[in-house]
């Protein structure tokens, strides 16, 4: 069955602290995989995408990670801002087929100053 | 949101009658979407359409309807057969063809059914 799992739920860090949030998916063929910002009440917003031969994608202070062989990805943010505060979505994408998208439950990150 | 308008933001209806979502993209996309999101659920797709005038049951589809007469709108139709429509909708919009495009999403609008 194809899943994305996310964790954790919910997390709450200080604001300048790193965190770690993970993916661990068992959607096969595999394309690529996507984090997405949603902040509260917009719609989500594409940070990264990585394709089955990228580990590593950094698009400012965020840094995505994957590992197809695990089929395990990571969303690194250093430094954190008040303006971090969202949920943040793993989106899994399958080779073929139009309804091809798998979501994951988000983590809702909360920066606190 | 990147060229995706949702409207209304906030919808309230009473339980029994029909509601229109309205969606418009100005990207030149030839798909469209439209999700729904609950609290601690992954967005589920309801219905998309990949061209003109053709369009294809999601995973949810069941009480709601939908109506591609145009390429830059996309509404969806909550009826009054959905069993709980409240929730929080969210349209968005791609490109097709080889290879996989990223789906731009709109704004959402939160309808709440009473």
């Known amino acids: 069955k194809n899943q994305v799992e996310q964790s954790p739920q919910s997390l709450i860090i200080l604001e300048g602290k790193n965190c770690t949030l993970q993916c661990n998916y068992t959607v096969s063929p595999f394309s690529n995989l996507r984090w997405y910002k949603q902040d509260t009440g917009r719609g989500p917003v594409s940070l990264t995408i990585?394709?089955?031969?990228?580990n590593t994608k950094s698009n400012g202070r965020y840094t995505a990670t994957l590992d197809a062989d695990t089929k395990q990805s990571s969303l690194h943010i250093t430094a954190s801002q008040l303006s971090d505060s969202a949920s943040y979505i793993c989106?899994?994408?399958?080779?073929?087929?139009?309804?091809?998208?798998?979501f994951g439950t988000g983590t809702r990150l909360t920066v606190i100053p | 949101d990147g060229g995706i308008t949702q409207s209304p933001k906030y919808l309230f209806r009473k339980e029994g009658q029909n509601v229109t979502l309205s969606c418009e993209q100005n990207?030149?996309?030839?798909?469209m979407y439209w999700y729904r999101q609950d609290p601690g659920q992954g967005l589920r797709l309801i219905y998309y359409?990949?061209?003109?005038?053709?369009?294809q049951k999601g995973d949810i589809a069941e009480g709601y309807s939908v109506s591609r007469e145009k390429k830059e709108s996309f509404p969806l139709t909550v009826t009054s057969a959905q069993k709980n429509p409240t929730a929080f909708y969210l349209c968005?919009?791609?490109?097709?063809?080889?290879?996989?495009?990223?789906?731009?999403f709109g704004p959402g609008t939160r309808l709440t059914v009473t």
């Open positions: 968005a919009s791609s490109f097709t063809g080889t290879g996989t495009y990223e789906q731009y």
């Open positions: 359409s990949q061209i003109v005038n053709d369009f």
């Open positions: 989106v899994v994408t399958l080779q073929t087929g139009a309804n091809n998208l798998f």
């Open positions: 990207l030149n996309h030839d798909a």
């Open positions: 990585m394709t089955f031969s990228e």
